[in-house]
């Protein structure tokens, strides 16, 4: 017997499209005296939950905008941006701090550590603002070194670490309160190519668990680390590509020489 299929009449209930992070139609200006700078000009997007995504795309195209607006740090003059399904667009400065700690790692270009601070008490920083005992917080932080290769270093000081493995601090740092989210913009800046692609090791494997990744990079060969990457332009979304053949980080790191060669 032949089903016939109904036509979907009810829209509204659609179910949801588990989007971990969903931007609609957003535009964001930013005010300079006399002068108005349009930085994003209607970005729609749509992540999901276990992505690793690459945002590329020339400088002043909107990449860090993009990102502060997806880590809670800023919102949108227009548009809609949807967290978890949650409609974070309407949240007041206290409600989009309180869930940026609980939802959202950063990792940026300096790796931004005290340096009077051992790794592990740098690491541990974070847990102070979330509420879990210090004995917790102090667990979760010798978790996150150990996650990222840094068991052996944790009572060093930065002074004392080379920059891959600051930047491995850094991103335990941003582990440690268990974001939903780790966000990246330019993390591999300032290392060298081999460096690099150790945090890309570090960052398929976090991806590999399960964590979804948005990482921002200037360099198209980091890019294809990733599961997709996208293309800004001018503050607008102008590709938006799965990456075919993805290499893995720890395979590359084999045929690259390193520093003793
Ligand atoms: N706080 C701000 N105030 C005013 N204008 C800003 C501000 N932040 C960014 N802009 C402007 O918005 C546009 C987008 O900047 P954005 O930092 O998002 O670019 P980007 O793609 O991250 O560039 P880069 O690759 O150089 O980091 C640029 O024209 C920039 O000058
Ligand atoms: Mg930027």
Redesign the pocket.
């Known amino acids: 017997m032949a089903t016939i299929s109904q036509p979907d009449t009810h829209p509204a209930q659609a179910p949801a499209t588990n989007a971990i992070i969903r931007v609609a139609d957003a535009h ?1 200006y ?3 005296g006399e002068t108005r ?1 349009h ?1 994003l000009r209607g970005v729609n997007v749509e992540i999901h939950r276990g992505e690793f995504v690459a945002i590329m ?12 607006i997806v880590g809670c740090l800023d919102t949108l003059s227009s548009g809609e941006y949807f967290l978890e399904e949650i409609d974070v667009q309407r949240f007041s400065k206290k409600d989009l701090a309180s869930i940026r700690n609980k939802k959202i790692g950063f990792v940026f270009q300096g790796f931004n550590l005290l340096s009077r601070t051992t790794a592990l008490e740098n690491v541990e920083l974070p847990t102070l603002y979330a509420h879990i005992t210090h004995a917790e917080g102090q667990r979760r932080a010798h978790e996150a070194l150990e996650l990222v290769g840094l068991g052996e270093r944790k009572l060093h000081y930065p002074s004392q670490l080379s920059g891959g493995q600051q930047q491995r601090v850094a991103i335990a740092r941003a582990l440690v309160n268990r974001p939903a989210i780790l966000l990246a ?2 993390p591999t800046g300032n290392l060298d190519s081999r460096t690099s692609v150790e945090i890309m090791d570090v960052f398929q494997n976090l991806n590999l668990g399960g964590l979804t990744v948005v990482l ?1 990079t ?1 360099e198209p060969d980091i890019s294809q680390f990733a599961t997709r990457t996208i293309e ?1 332009r001018d ?1 607008r979304i102008r590709h938006d590509t799965p990456v075919k053949n993805r290499p893995l980080a720890s395979e590359v790191l084999k045929n690259l020489p390193t520093l003793e060669d």
């Open positions: 964001k930013y005010e300079l700078v930085a795309g020339a400088s002043g195209s909107g990449k860090s905008t993009f990102m502060n913009d330019e921002v200037h800004f503050g």
